[in-house]
Each structure stands twice: as C-alpha cells, then as structure tokens.
C-alpha cells in the first residue's frame, strides 16, 4: 500500500481480513511473514500505524484492540490520490492509465462515472 513499509502493509491486511477488532498478538499469530517477529515488533508497527492515523484502538482490560480507520478500498483510492497529486501531470497520468486498461477495467471506470453523474 503506497505509504506504508512491507510490514505495516502486511499488519493492514490482517486487520482487513478481521471481522472484528483484534489485539497484538492476535495480529502476530495471523501474520504471514518471511521470518518471525518479536511481539514487541509487531505492537511498535501497530502503534505507529495509530499514530499515522490508519488504525484506531480501544483499551480493552490490558489490552488494545485495533481496527482500520477505513477499508482496503478506500485506503487504495487514497493512494491513487496520492500518486496523482504527486505526478506533476495528473491528466497525463490519467490517460496513460485509461490507454492502458484491459476492457474490464474500463467497464468499471465507466460504472464508476455513470453513478458520481447520477448523484449529481
């Protein structure tokens, strides 16, 4: 996810894949990781994922739990946001990503479009 290192990307998705808000070492067993992590890596990538605002937490007992602050999706529009704003030339990024897109692809941006014109 644009934004975030190897390991905090890997810590969203456990929180995506979650139904529910889960706890640090919840979050540790569920990791799929090259190498083992510490706990006390894993509640450091969480507290700092806290503080940069995509995730919140709730002190439940002694311990906290932790949701995302917004979807997959949503944190994927943001990034594309992002990469625009910083292109210099976000039309031209634009078109080269519309030149580029496979018919499904297309067909959705088009959904997409038809229903921001409806809520016009």
Sequence with gaps: MFGL???ESAVMAVLWESDEPVTVRETLERLET???LAYTTVMTVM???HRKGWVQ???RGKA???EPVTSREEAAARAVRD???SSGDPEAVLLHFAQSASDEE???LRKGLRR???RR
Aim: charged residues 35%.
């Design 5 to 7: 290192g190897d390991l």
């Design 34 to 36: 090259p190498k083992q």
């Design 47 to 49: 507290d700092n994922l």
């Design 57 to 59: 937490r709730e002190l």
């Design 64 to 66: 906290y739990f932790y």
């Design 83 to 85: 990469v625009l704003e």
């Design 106 to 108: 297309s067909a959705l």
């Design 116 to 118: 921001k014109a409806r």
